[in-house]
């Protein structure tokens, strides 16, 4: 078994969030697999676990939650007994809390919530969100504090078209300007340049959005049978077709500039989310959400 590098020196943060239009894509595999990736090349890494219907970040890690970020939110468990260590070198913040256990904080709890996770930022310095598929409150919370959002989706129209939709989201109600898109399941770069260039197209008839075309996994088989087996696919076949696409996407996604914001740290992420709760819990208590 390959074992990830012994961590460097923390380097400039980055909070990306993998988000999807739809289930089935492969959004949390893909968030795993490169979150092992990073570490492998000496990152501190953070997976936060924001699908909180369906988390299954665990599952695929093969480790147990012993709390979530509810307990942390309610004072029933502190952030070190929520945080899950895995003996693949990344780190996972279980997440079971969504818009509105965090607009019901008080002010007080706030603080003690941006006091905790804060020093987060001294132990990390990449952050992985995988959030929920499709254009619930649940995406759009988690993928519009991030400073990087991936959307996930495959050749099929379905997957496509709520692509499309998700982007849409983002970037109305979100503010996001900028969103990078993964093609996964793709049978070939002609394939994938195809399918890329019709969403980028339709989004530039339609929306205040640019699209990245960040880059490609192929259709493998590997990867089910890494999932069936509970084992990362990086790590149960380093060498098959989609392990080495995820390798080049992570050189890729590395060898960019990491998005800067009012400051290094991670409360900021946390900040935006308390803010982005408390709007949600506004606009659905005015009836239009």
Known sequence: MSHPSKPGPLRALRVIAVTSGKGGVGKTSLTVNLALTFARQGRRVLIIDGDTGLANVDILLDVQPRATLRHLLSGQASLDEVLLESEHGVTILPGSSGVAELSE????????????????????????????????????FFAGAAQEVLVVATPEPTSLADAYAMIK?????????????????????????DVFERLESLCARFLPVALDFVGTIPRDPHVREAVMAQLPLVTAYPACPASQAITRLADDILSRPAPTGPDGRLQLFWTRLLADAADASRAEARGSV
């Open 169 to 193: 989201v983002l970037s109305r109600r979100c503010g996001v300007r900028s969103v990078g898109v993964v093609l996964n399941q793709v049978v070939g770069r002609d394939e994938a340049r």
């Open 105 to 140: 904080l008080s002010a007080g709890s706030q603080r003690d919530l941006l006091e905790a996770v804060d020093v987060l930022g001294e132990r990390f310095d990449t952050v992985l969100v995988d959030t929920a598929a499709g254009i619930g409150s649940n995406a759009r």
